[in-house]
């Protein structure tokens, strides 16, 4: 089962305040929330950690924007 948080649950879990984590969503160096409806949307929780997780590992941006896309490819795989 997938845990997803909502916007403050994210801003609390990376440290960055909403309108930062939307720069990084522009910049492709965040992953987009899933829309579940259309003033409701989350972030599955073990990919908000992926992402903390790369950067506390030292990740570059580029390498960031991989992870991201990767992360994006994977849920076209959902069930």
Request: proline share 6%; charged share 25%; net charge positive.
């Amino acid at each position: 089962m997938q845990i997803l948080m909502k916007t403050p649950d994210v801003c609390a879990a990376t440290g960055m305040k909403r309108p930062t984590l939307y720069e990084h969503m522009a910049k492709g160096t965040f992953i987009r929330p899933v829309k579940l409806a259309p003033k409701l949307a989350v972030w599955p929780k073990d990919e908000v950690a992926q992402i903390n997780a790369a950067r506390v590992r030292g990740a570059t941006d580029d390498q960031i924007r991989a992870l991201v896309i990767e992360l994006t490819e994977a849920r076209k795989n959902c069930v």
